[in-house]
């Protein structure tokens, strides 16, 4: 069933078609559980269907509860499936199972099918990438496909939120992996990713001194001005390197009228496609945050690393024309793109391993209440991820 790669994908794709009925059904239940990432009980509702799913057709599931430490939110469970191959290359793949929104999404604007699109929380970032997972690894084995090591699956809780639970068991999971296809929509034009920039965090705590704003104001030093230097200078960085962002997103500060402001926080939000110029801009920031305009004021930056940048290298590069290439068989263009966004593939990448992302449907406005995915791209993309998986020994 599997001879010739050209009768390959027109098997695959024939199988897929099958399947579509099956996966819209799937998708509509997915979609109408209330997911965010701090609504664990309803990311354990989605993770019990997958569980059910990989049981179901022969997958071993390792399932990892969230501990959090004190003081910190409680997170949804971790969930692993791993298929063993007959030989070949070893793939983890991975869709995240939580979503942006507060429970009540759901009812409020529940899975509906108007104009050849779905629509509803969650149902391109990323539930339609994750069940299309499924739904590809399931036409595979329908065809006798088993030429890959194995192939490990990783549905985690907490993508939305910078993978805080997740990413140390996918950096470890990637270790042992040849390839990372992730399972993020496609762009809306149809795109593949290849590219992501890095995106680092910052917290900038201002201390300045209270006084009277109306009979002393000498005596005080206002954390508000200061913030407002750091806020002119931070902006300034972007341009200063290529593709470079420093956005300060949220400023907190201040009590009353009359007060001259002793605290304030800063906010900061710093992408850069490559690894490189991340380190650069990060170092500036922490400069810009110790050095100061208003006397006598103290600074501290807070900084967290969500994403390192996944770089278009060689293997990944590979990996985006291999895809195309199985896209030709299916009859249609397959380009790749960079992103400004960040996710688990930049994990895989920053670990060296060659990756593609943007392999679910195809959709658009991502986290807002218009969300969508085209429907007529399902059947190409769970072929095209399957074909995939098929030719990735000729790598």
């Not at 004190?70 to 793949?93: A, F, H, K, N, Y």
């Not at 341009?239 to 402001?261: D, E």
């Not at 930049?346 to 959709?363: F, I, K, Q």
Request: net charge negative.
């Amino acid at each position: 069933m599997m001879d010739g790669a050209q009768a390959r994908v027109e098997v695959l794709r024939e199988l897929a078609a099958r399947r579509y009925d099956d996966y819209i059904e799937a998708l509509e239940e997915l979609v109408n559980i209330d997911s965010g990432s701090f609504t664990p009980e309803g990311v354990n509702r989605v993770a019990d269907r997958c569980e059910a799913r990989f049981r179901a057709h022969g997958w071993s599931v390792e399932r990892i509860f969230h501990r959090p430490a004190e003081g910190e939110p409680q997170l949804g469970d971790l969930l692993i499936g791993r298929l063993e191959g007959s030989g070949g290359p070893r793939v983890l793949m991975i869709g995240h199972m939580d979503t942006v929104f507060d429970p009540g999404t759901a009812a409020e604007r529940p899975f509906r099918i108007a104009d050849g699109r779905a629509t509803g929380p969650g149902v391109s970032d990323m539930k339609g990438g994750l069940l299309l997972g499924f739904v590809a690894v399931e036409v595979l084995q329908e065809a006798g496909f088993g030429g890959f090591g194995r192939i490990t699956y990783v549905n985690n809780p907490d993508e939305e939120i910078g993978s805080p639970f997740s990413r140390a068991y996918i950096a470890e999971l990637a270790k042992e992996a040849d390839v990372a296809l992730v399972l993020e929509s496609g762009r809306e034009n149809g795109d593949v990713v290849s590219a992501r920039k890095g995106v680092s965090d910052y917290t900038i705590e201002i201390v300045g001194r209270a006084a009277h704003a109306g009979v002393e104001p000498e005596r005080g030093r206002s954390a508000i001005l200061e913030a407002a230097y750091k806020t002119i200078a931070l902006q300034a960085l972007n341009g200063r390197w290529p593709g470079v962002t420093v956005n300060v997103g949220v400023i907190r500060g201040g009590t009353r009228t009359n007060v001259v402001p002793e605290r304030c926080v800063l906010e900061v939000d710093v992408r850069s496609p490559r690894e490189e110029t991340l380190r650069a801009a990060e170092a500036e920031v922490e400069r810009i945050a110790t050095e100061h305009t208003v006397p006598d004021v103290t600074a501290r930056a807070i900084g967290r690393a969500w994403h390192r940048p996944m770089e278009k290298k060689e293997g990944g590069a590979r990996l985006a024309a291999l895809a195309a290439a199985v896209a030709a068989d299916l009859g249609f263009e397959l380009h790749d793109a960079a992103t400004g966004g960040a996710s688990d593939a930049n994990t895989t990448s920053a670990a060296g391993v060659p990756t593609l992302d943007g392999l679910g449907p195809v959709g658009g406005d991502d986290h807002g209440p218009r969300e969508w995915i085209d429907l007529s791209s399902v059947v190409p993309r769970i072929a095209l991820l399957a074909g995939l998986v098929s030719r990735l020994g000729t790598l």
